[in-house]
């Protein structure tokens, strides 16, 4: 499984900026996806997560109403738009592929991801 991240870049405080990751290597549709960050000095953290049709979300409290996760599985592609972001949204954002298939429940632990993408800068500043 190869996750290749991409969209990262540098916003001012209130914008808005869209990260993409585009998945190979195993059925993309068969598998929850999140997003996780990782800012300098800090562990890496949950942002949201999607099941694998699409019709759950989960967030962090943190990004919850600025954040939206989102898959095209015809695509093999999973999204985060975020708006109104904060300089504290600045990090290296992850995407990741849920280790197990068709799962019912989103989980939000970094260890029930088994593929990571190799991570995409987000810059926000003041």
């Known amino acids: 499984v190869q996750l290749q991240a991409s969209g990262g870049g540098l916003v001012q405080a209130g914008g808005s900026l869209r990260v993409s990751c585009a998945a190979s290597?195993?059925?993309?549709?068969?598998?929850?996806m999140a997003w996780f960050r990782q800012a300098p000095g800090k562990e890496r953290e949950f942002v949201a997560a999607?099941?694998?049709?699409?019709?759950?979300?989960d967030y962090a409290d943190s990004v919850k109403g600025r954040f939206i996760i989102s898959r095209d599985n015809a695509k093999n592609t999973l999204y985060l738009q975020m708006s109104s972001l904060k300089p504290e949204d600045t990090a290296v954002y992850y995407c990741?592929?849920?280790?197990?298939?068709?799962?019912?429940?989103?989980?939000?632990?970094?260890?029930?991801?088994?593929?990571w993408g190799q991570g995409t800068q987000v810059t926000v500043s003041s």
């Open positions: 990741a592929e849920d280790r197990v298939l068709h799962r019912t429940k989103l989980v939000i632990s970094a260890a029930e991801y088994d593929y």
């Open positions: 290597g195993r059925t993309f549709s068969n598998y929850a």
């Open positions: 999607i099941s694998w049709g699409g019709g759950r979300t």
